[in-house]
């Protein structure tokens, strides 16, 4: 298999509509979905066109939506977002990064979608920034993010309520020069 976008353990390739019957066996997990943007529960209906509309917004250029496959075994183990272009400015967000398989996380699997993920972002499309939010009781997330080589550059008080108590979200933020001083430009 082609290994257009690559790292050292994952790939990032277009969705499929066959994924959703892989990605619905994990996808209603409340232990992943309570860090993710919406934490409803989900149908094979809604994760089929969840994938036919990122896959519209990807051939239109206005958002890329990946899968995350091993390359050991082109095993489908996440999805990664990248929204809310700006081609102008040239910025984006990191809206979701998830390793929906329990048995790919906390092995290294997060942390290099999450480079080649920014890696695509200033290197293939030249952007400039790339920023994400995060809440405040994932603290394993903003921990692994500020390793990772984001700042936190802002704070929006009280924004997300989780079972039965509000949060504040942190914006974290990382420039085309920081990555690259840290990661380099991966081999394509």
Do not use: C
């Amino acid at each position: 298999m082609m290994n257009m976008y690559h790292g050292d353990l994952v790939r990032l390739r277009k969705l499929r509509r066959a994924d959703a019957e892989i990605i619905l066996k994990h996808w209603n997990d409340y232990s992943l979905r309570q860090y993710l943007p919406s934490p409803l529960p989900t149908s094979l209906n809604d994760l089929e066109e969840f994938i036919l509309s990122r896959n519209e917004s990807y051939s239109k250029r206005e958002s890329f939506t990946f899968g995350i496959e091993t390359i050991e075994n082109d095993r489908l183990i996440g999805l990664v977002d990248l929204t809310g272009i700006s081609w102008i400015s040239r910025f984006a967000e990191v809206s979701q990064i998830a390793i929906f398989d329990p048995e790919f996380r906390g092995k290294g699997f997060g942390l290099d979608s999450l480079r080649v993920t920014l890696d695509f972002a200033f290197f293939v499309l030249d952007l400039h920034a790339v920023h994400l939010w995060v809440e405040d009781f994932n603290t394993s997330a903003i921990s692994f993010y500020k390793k990772f080589g984001f700042k936190t550059s802002g704070t929006l008080r009280e924004l997300v309520y989780r079972d039965g108590s509000r949060y504040d979200v942190k914006i974290m933020d990382i420039l085309k020069e920081e990555f690259e001083e840290k990661y380099g430009i991966l081999p394509k």
